[in-house]
């Protein structure tokens, strides 16, 4: 177990940090220099573990409406009555018109890596849904993990202070006993 934290009690494994309750019984155990130290480096591991944790959410969060657009064209050409023509982009500027014919029963889609697959449109709006489903579980997980972050950087910037309020107190005390014992 560390100085400023105790295992974690979330599913990602997220240390919890510690409120240091007697912070004068902390300090006649510990070095203020250690304590110091040992938060400091809590306090960085808990903003990059943040910065991490909102980059990945937002990552989600802008996968969410391409996933939902994908499932409404799936459902779009699986009620389709007659033979559609589109545009579809080949290149960042450059697109062509195609025919879809009313028949076709199978869609095509991205899975990522440079890989598509050819799914019948149930298979396609099952693995949509699934993947929506996921993406949405994930993004409240992000949320959950995020606040449980915010909650112990919280509580180890009040640390700081306390133990930083100590020393003071400490010193000034120190300065008083030198100035009476001359």
């Not at 802008?62 to 023509?85: F, G």
């Not at 112990?152 to 009040?158: A, L």
């Amino acid at each position: 177990m560390d100085l400023v934290t105790k295992q974690a009690q979330n599913n990602r494994k997220i240390p919890e940090a510690i409120f240091f309750e007697n912070i004068d019984e902390l300090i006649s155990k510990n070095s203020i220099q250690r304590l110091m130290e040992s938060l400091q480096e809590a306090y960085n591991k808990y903003k990059f573990m943040e910065a991490q944790l909102v980059k990945q959410r937002e990552s989600m969060q802008n996968k969410l409406p391409e996933i939902e657009r994908a499932l409404s064209i799936v459902e779009h050409l699986e009620n389709q009555k007659e033979d559609e023509v589109v545009d579809f982009l080949i290149t960042d500027t450059i697109y062509s018109k195609a025919v879809l014919p009313k028949e076709n029963k199978t869609v095509a889609l991205w899975l990522g890596a440079n890989v598509m697959v050819e799914f019948e449109f149930n298979e396609a709006k099952s693995l949509l849904s699934s993947n929506k489903e996921n993406a949405s579980s994930n993004l409240r997980q992000f949320d959950e993990d995020i606040v449980f972050l915010k909650d112990q950087i919280t509580t180890i910037e009040v640390n700081i202070a306390r133990v930083y309020n100590a020393n003071i107190r400490i010193q000034q005390t120190q300065q008083q006993q030198q100035q009476q014992a001359k």
